[in-house]
Structure formats: C-alpha cells, structure tokens
C-alpha cells in the first residue's frame, strides 16, 4: 500500500504520523506522571517506577530513564509538555536538563519552576551540544557528559564516566595501595581491575555481615542485630508480594526488617512475624496501614 503512494503523499503523511507520535509521547508521559503519583508499580511488586517501565512496558533501561525524568519535570513544569508535543523540545534535551538539575542541587541550591521554564524556553529547538552548552551557562555548571556503557561483542562494557579531581585521585591512591594485591593475581594494575578489587571487596564484606549460623525461632522483647543478620540471610531481597499475580519484587536494594503484623496491632519480634522489605515496599506499606488506623 506505501509502495502506490506519491512522494508528496508519503511525505504528508509522514508529517502526519509524527504529529501524532509527539501527542502520544505528551500522553505517555501523562500517564506515566500519574502512575508515579499513584506508586502503583508498589503494588505490582516493583521497588521502583523504573523497573515497572522496563518489565510491564518494554523499554529499554535509557528509554525508561528519560521518560521518567521528562514526566517528572513536566509536573514542575507543563509547558515542558506543550514543546515536547510541538517538536521544540526532546527527549535528550529534557534529560539533559534534568540530570544537570539535579546536580545543581546536590551542592544545596534551589532551581525554581521558574528557571526550569526559562531554560527549557532557551534550549527550544536545539541541537544537544548547543543544549549542553546552555544548561552549563544557565545553571552555572562545567559541563559534563553523561555516563554512557556500550556492551561490547565479548560481552565486556564499555564505560564512559566523569570522576570529579578528588574521585580520580582517591582511584589512583587506591590504586598504588592495591599495586601489591593486583599484580599476584593477575600482573594488571588498570584502573577497570582496581574498580574490579573495590567492588569484589565491598560486597565480601556486606555478605559478611550477614553471615552467621541460623537460630532457632523464639520470641524477643527487642529486634536484635544478629535476628536481622538471620532473617537477611534466610530472605535476601524485598518479600513484598503482587496480591494478584503473586510476582515477588526481589529488589536487593536498601532492604529493611518489617513487621507482617504492625506492633501497633499487636504484632511481636518472633522470627515468623518478620519479613524483609526494601524501603519503597515498606513506606508503602507503612502509608497503607496508617490510612486503615485513622478510618
């Protein structure tokens, strides 16, 4: 049928598809904002809104990720989402602006709607470098490029990362420290084997502190240090349950001891009414529970 169309037909319609494809974008991430609102991806089992986007939706890790950074900044900011249905801004630009948001305030200044605004006003219908170059100036940063990982065909990753001075030279340090160590076991004192050395030494130490021989189940006046060791060991991810599908979150990720029965309802520290929860599941449980004790 494509094939029987003019060339000005083809093209109009093609104008046509990507109209609608940018409404639909704006509507995506509409609803997007609203699930996040809502914290439904909690109730589905999904410690985060972006495991549910990649599991429940198929996108991809990066896709996901800009999506939510555009939903979150079109709810500080609407008329994000009138340009990015008229074309004058996309999906980069946007995370773009978020990421270097998000920075700014991690040094303890505030970004207002209203600079939000201005900037997202001045990148309008720019390319990414010219982007870049205007979210630096506007919020006064160096610029950076994003992390960026590239999977290549023997399955190693490529990494693309900024270090600040102080991360580079505390990655040197540890690397002159670790010399030693790293050339016994394999004569390479790269910085990918010094960060290799890091990550194999931090997660041995966080298993160990997990790792101790299982008590018998008996009831404490008090949550004590070795009872959370053994119920992390027998449970080491979120226990949180899908009541309808029965799909377990599993996140590893800022786990936490919780009560199944509330001590305000009576619940005790007996091993069998203690369950591991990451933190989003328990706050979601917690503000569950706490609308049932005012009704």
Not at 25 to 36: A, G
Not at 208 to 230: A, D, G, I, Q, Y
């Amino acid at each position: 049928m494509i094939k029987k169309l003019s060339d000005s037909e083809l093209e109009a319609n093609l104008k046509i598809l990507v109209a609608h494809e940018r409404r639909t974008l704006h509507s995506i991430l509409e609803h997007i904002n609203e699930i996040d609102v809502r914290k439904l991806y909690l109730e589905k089992a999904y410690s985060s809104l972006y495991d549910y986007l990649i599991q429940e939706c198929s996108y991809s890790g990066s896709a996901a990720m800009r999506r939510i950074s555009a939903a979150r900044l079109m709810k500080a900011v609407p008329e994000v989402g009138a340009q990015i249905e008229s074309g004058h801004l996309n999906l980069s630009q946007v995370s773009e602006l978020s990421r270097a948001i998000k920075e700014k305030e991690k040094t303890g200044a505030v970004v207002s709607n209203i600079q939000k605004a201005d900037i997202a006003r001045a990148i309008s219908q720019k390319n990414i470098g010219q982007t870049q170059r205007e979210i630096s100036r506007s919020l006064d940063l160096e610029l950076k490029a994003p992390e960026k990982t590239f999977v290549q065909k023997d399955e190693s990753v490529h990494l693309q990362i900024t270090l600040s001075k102080e991360q580079y030279q505390q990655l040197l340090e540890c690397r002159d420290e670790a010399a030693s160590i790293l050339l016994s076991e394999n004569g390479d004192v790269s910085l990918a084997s010094v960060i290799g050395l890091l990550t194999s030494s931090f997660l041995h130490e966080k298993k160990k502190t997990v790792s101790t021989t299982e008590t018998s189940p008996r009831e404490n006046k008090t949550l004590t240090p070795k009872t959370r060791r053994n119920i992390l060991k027998k449970n080491p991810c979120c226990q949180f349950k899908d009541p309808v599908t029965g799909k377990i979150c599993g996140s590893t990720f800022n786990l936490e001891i919780d009560h199944r029965r509330s001590q305000w309802a009576g619940g005790n520290h007996h091993v069998d009414n203690l369950q591991v929860l990451c933190r989003a599941h328990n706050n979601h449980k917690y503000r569950k529970e706490s609308m049932v004790r005012l009704l």
